[in-house]
DNA sequence: TTGTATGCGTTATCAT
DNA sequence: ATGATAACGCATACAA
């Protein structure tokens, strides 16, 4: 049963305490009460500008509630030892990785997916994709390309396919370029956009599946001459700070991850405080930054009907800027 | 008396640790150990680029040393609480923050400074843009302008002297260019460019604080049809990806904040384990990524200086390969 | 070699 | 309303 103090012995306890500048010991209060108020944040890229503006949300919104973060690359490290009440995971739970994760961890996943997985906040870059593709079609273009980099990364398909269903739905051409054992992003995207331009299939817009690729094309573009977007249209993904470091300024897909990320830790905290075992999973809307890398196909007489024949000379002129 | 144990026993123990799935409790080890063999690293800013670079390698090396790391963007959260066994600090020293970090906190500072400072890992900004500055000078330019941004930041006044320094030693004319109140570097960096231009005094080169405001400047720049490096020279600061997204792709000051960061994890651990006190500090070097953005001035006419006179016919040539 | 007691700093319980 | 005491899970020192 619990006693009412009174306020002179509250008052005067604070005194003490503030005289001795007595902290108390958290270790010893995790210990005793089985909770150290501190979560995991696991991810593979700390390096990646998409992850840097997660972690700010996540941590604010951890220190907001009283929570400590502790960041890893490596999850053995942080789970099963009592660091952490729970841990944030920056990958699908259907991920391998996750099954490394014992049924008695508190978790929440922070990552795309195209449904509603529980434990999971999430976006869908299906539709991301499909938003980007459709703007496009929707801007009038009729042969489109998509730099999707490598193969080998799982989440390109969802945005492949919702990039795919844009173009199927919109009844336009399209052309999808990749590349093999990627090390170096901007660079894959510099190549895959020369690669695009000497093709000379009369592209007039480019969807790339990041920022980086995106990027990577600019330079392509620009070193040939083209021009952004009068000649070809570009979208980029994740809506980064580098999306805003060409010019012009890239339109970008833009996730909700900040959000996403503060919704976790408050999800995973509610779970921690109130017992809550799953919660059903969260979806949060992708957008469209736009800014100024697309327009209208300004070269109207390119396009002479949906199948799009290009005239050679067009093609001559357009290559001239290099 | 340290006595020794039998194979055959370590092996039984081991065996029945792996059948229970022993996982020792990291809290109660902490608690009587008296060491949670966690690190904490404090920062004000997360979303920097820069400090993503650093944010990576101080993590891995944490890791590899076999320490845990809280990251948190408020000092009281993550001292004096017994939670972590040492702290490493992104501001310098003599910053006000660092005042509120009690002596008997292990601490290593990582930030720029012109001086050895104790426990500090640091490398020099003055330095840094003295090398920016001199390169410019050396490639022959004689009118260099630099953006500061900012008044305020006081990290600003180091790149400012060395500027300066390298601007004085090279006989050079120099202009420096700053805004009030700076909410977007990027934009910063673009009107401080238009203006720039505006002021038509024969600037060839310029200097950027940092590469947000590089990446601003060389918006404005291509949008007058100023061309880099064959009009106007730009070297950028901190090496980020930035520097590598536009095109041409920025020459940038490299400040080694990654090994910092290595190097601070290290000397932590150090003064944790074999109970080193202080260290002298270290210096790092900064250097020069050198990349595209910056030649001899080329409008040979301009420039009268015996010290630099440019053919038209070297001109061409070297344009070829962009 | 192996078993056992004590303490780490706090919270929670019980008795006063 | 307050003081004493037992856990929390582990490491260590000491006894067996």
């Known amino acids: 049963m619990v006693m009412p103090i009174s306020e002179a012995t509250i008052r005067r306890i604070k005194q003490a305490a503030e005289e001795l500048e007595y902290r108390p010991n958290a ?150 370029y990749c590349c093999e054992a990627v090390t170096d992003m901007i660079d894959a995207g510099y190549q895959l956009g020369k690669r695009l331009l000497a093709d000379r299939e009369g592209i007039t817009a480019i969807f790339a599946r990041n920022d980086f690729l995106a990027v990577g094309a600019v330079k392509a573009l620009q070193q040939m001459g083209v021009a952004i977007p009068h000649d070809i249209s570009l979208v980029g993904y994740a809506d980064t700070i580098l999306a805003r470091s060409t010019s012009p300024e890239l339109t970008s897909v833009r996730t ?40 209208p196909p300004m070269h109207a007489q390119l396009i002479q009907d949906d199948k799009c024949v290009v005239k050679e000379a067009d093609l001559n002129t357009q290559r001239e800027g290099g």
Chains 1, 2 share one sequence.
């Open 27 to 176: 270790v010893a209060r995790a210990l005793v009460q089985r909770r150290t108020y501190t979560i995991g944040l696991f991810s593979r890229e700390m390096t990646d500008p998409h992850f840097a503006q997660m972690l700010e949300y996540v941590e604010a919104k951890a220190r907001a509630m009283g929570y400590h973060l502790v960041v890893s690359g490596e999850l053995e490290g942080i789970i099963g030892h009592g660091r952490v009440d729970g841990i944030i995971v920056l990958a699908s739970p259907e991920d391998p990785l996750s099954r490394r994760i014992g049924h008695d961890t508190k978790v929440v996943y922070v990552w795309s997916s195209n449904q509603q997985l529980p434990n999971c906040v999430s976006w869908n870059d299906e539709e991301g994709s499909y938003q980007a593709g459709k703007y496009l079609v929707e801007l009038g273009h009729r042969r489109i390309a998509a730099l999707f980099g490598d193969y080998e990364e799982s989440v390109r398909y969802d945005k492949a396919e919702g990039f795919r269903r844009a173009m199927k739905e919109g009844g336009v051409y399209w052309r999808e």
């Open 256 to 295: 909700p991850i900040g959000q996403a990320g503060a919704l976790a830790v408050e999800r995973l905290v509610e779970a921690l405080e109130k017992g809550v075992a799953h919660f059903p999973g969260i979806m949060l809307p992708t957008s469209l930054t736009i800014r100024q890398s697309c327009s």
